[in-house]
T-cell receptor, first 112, second 114 residues
């Protein structure tokens, strides 16, 4: 059973702080990991993906992957109120369909 | 910037009726997906589609569901006889051949079964 787990939150951080979002996955065959942002009532919006151990930076966002610990994280630097949303972690196992398995999401609240 | 589009944005139907949800994937993408999200729950995979056939489907995607690419641009999800528990947001996603498996989601269709 392929599962992706996230703390549902809410995670509350002050404006300008670093928000740290975490995700664990059960399937060692999972090879790629994706972070999506979802505003209430809207569709998932891709932020970034990672497939190699270590860090990957894109603007204010840094994704971290540790395959030995089956752990993925997303850091958001200089958090803004507009970053307030639910952050979805998704894993992809490279089968024929390349489907995404999503976690339940972590709700982030950035307070001005 | 190219994007996935979906119609309608909201569909209300009576239990037992057939519905067709429509999607126009990003134009040069080759892989297409349907996901659903019941209110307050996880996004769940339904089906993936490539080269005019289903590549993978989940347990949710039973005989009541079907997908089709009727022409070069549309990708549809049909639910033959809707149940109350089919009420959810349905998202279409697509990805290209050259990108590293990044899937881009459409805005979704909210399906309400009464």
């Amino acid at each position: 059973q392929k599962e992706v787990e996230q703390n549902s939150g809410p995670l509350s951080v002050p404006e300008g702080a670093i928000a740290s979002l975490n995700c664990t996955y059960s399937d060692r065959g999972s090879q790629s990991f994706f972070w999506y942002r979802q505003y209430s009532g809207k569709s998932p919006e891709l932020i970034m993906f990672i497939y190699s151990n270590g860090d990957k930076e894109d603007g204010r966002f840094t994704a971290q992957l540790n395959k030995a610990s089956q752990y993925v994280s997303l850091l958001i630097r200089d958090s803004q109120p507009s970053d307030s949303a639910t952050y979805l972690c998704a894993a992809m196992f490279n089968n024929a369909g390349n489907m995404l398995t999503f976690g339940g999401g972590t709700r982030l609240m950035v307070k001005p | 910037e190219p994007e996935v589009t979906q119609t309608p944005s909201h569909q209300v139907t009576q239990m037992g009726q057939e519905v067709i949800l429509r999607c126009v994937p990003i134009s040069n993408h080759l892989y297409f997906y349907w996901y659903r999200q019941i209110l307050g729950q996880k996004v769940e995979f339904l089906v993936s589609f490539y080269n005019n056939e289903i590549s993978e489907k989940s347990e949710i995607f039973d005989d009541q569901f079907s997908v089709e690419r009727p022409d070069g641009s549309n990708f549809t999800l049909k639910i033959r006889s809707t149940k109350l528990e089919d009420s959810a947001m349905y998202f279409c996603a697509s990805r290209g051949a050259s990108s590293y498996n990044e899937q881009f989601f459409g805005p979704g269709t909210r399906l309400t079964v009464l």
